[in-house]
């Protein structure tokens, strides 16, 4: 988390945008684990901390860290992750446990371009692209393997 905030701040202070502390609280809650968060989840976290946070203040900051490429929305889930390429243009693909709930992102080229290609050959206009793929991760396929 060290390292993804470095970075948000970075890229904040080179684009002149402010990373609020209440902007900053809500990139780090995002962050606390590899399992997206629903908006209500990061208010209950924030209001903790700070007592007159409210649904529009955290949508607020969630729609800036997203404009800014610092969060992903898992739009199956409606919830948040972190990007891991922050700063980076790119199109993600999600993989999302559905037992444990956890979501890696990935960053395929070529399956990107694969999707594009198919789109155009049915002429096909893409506007906006979510890939989220549901299964098991490593650990919940090992944990049902041993299973009988």
């Not at 002149?16 to 780090?28: C, G, S, Y």
């Not at 037992?99 to 096909?124: Q, S």
Request: aromatic fraction near 4%; include cysteine; glycine fraction near 4%.
């Amino acid at each position: 988390m060290d390292e993804a905030m470095n970075v948000a701040r970075a890229l904040c202070e080179e684009r002149a945008v402010a990373l609020t502390p209440i902007r900053e609280k809500v990139l780090q809650i995002v962050w606390r684990s590899h399992k997206p968060v629903g908006a209500y989840e990061v208010l209950d976290e924030l209001s903790r901390t700070h007592k007159a946070a409210r649904p529009p203040t955290v949508y607020r900051a969630l729609d800036f860290l997203m404009a800014e490429g610092l969060i992903h929305k898992i739009e199956s889930l409606n919830a948040y992750l972190g990007c891991v390429e922050a700063g980076a243009p790119h199109t993600s693909q999600f993989l999302i446990c559905r037992k444990c709930g956890t979501a890696e992102e990935i960053v395929d080229p070529k399956l990107d371009k694969a999707l594009d290609a198919a789109a155009r050959h049915v002429r096909f206009i893409v506007e906006h692209k979510v890939v989220e793929i549901a299964g098991l991760c490593a650990p919940c396929a090992a944990d049902s393997a041993e299973r009988p």
